[in-house]
């Protein structure tokens, strides 16, 4: 009878661990984190396996700023999507047997994601 009350207990327990960390990319007891720059990655974990250049589909919904109105009361709005792409490059790490490629996106000089592939035999 005790057993029958565990399991609903450990799963009611399970609900309330926090979730997972941001993902990061642990380089010689250093970690790669969200808005680092190239050369602090570059510091911290040293060359990628590879690197790949590309153009990224702009932000769907571009920034739209409406200045104060002017002395002659017209509003002028500007759209700030001057740019029909994000030049971005991503960086993939091979940390070693059993670990997860890992591919560093940089847009705007920074980190911006971390994403694992598959594990490394």
């Given at each position: 009878?005790?057993?029958?009350?565990?399991?609903?207990?450990?799963?009611?327990?399970?609900?309330?661990?926090?979730?997972?960390?941001?993902?990061?990319?642990?380089?010689n007891?250093?970690?790669?984190?969200?808005?680092?720059?190239?050369f602090?990655?570059?510091?911290k974990?040293?060359e990628?396996?590879f690197?790949d250049?590309?153009?990224?589909?702009?932000?769907?919904?571009?920034?739209?700023?409406?200045?104060?109105?002017?002395?002659t009361?017209?509003?002028?709005?500007?759209?700030n999507?001057?740019?029909?792409?994000?030049?971005?490059e991503?960086?993939?790490y091979?940390?070693?047997?059993?670990?997860?490629?890992?591919?560093?996106?940089?847009?705007?000089?920074?980190?911006?994601?971390?994403?694992?592939?598959s594990?490394?035999?």
């Amino acid at each position: 009878m005790k057993r029958s009350l565990f399991i609903p207990a450990a799963l009611l327990a399970l609900s309330f661990v926090a979730p997972a960390q941001a993902q990061t990319l642990n380089c010689n007891r250093d970690f790669a984190q969200r808005g680092d720059s190239k050369f602090t990655i570059l510091q911290k974990c040293g060359e990628p396996v590879f690197k790949d250049n590309f153009c990224a589909r702009p932000d769907p919904n571009p920034q739209v700023i409406v200045p104060p109105s002017s002395s002659t009361g017209s509003k002028t709005v500007i759209v700030n999507n001057n740019s029909t792409c994000d030049q971005s490059e991503e960086w993939t790490y091979r940390p070693g047997s059993g670990q997860f490629e890992t591919m560093l996106l940089f847009q705007n000089g920074a980190l911006k994601s971390i994403r694992y592939g598959s594990r490394i035999p």
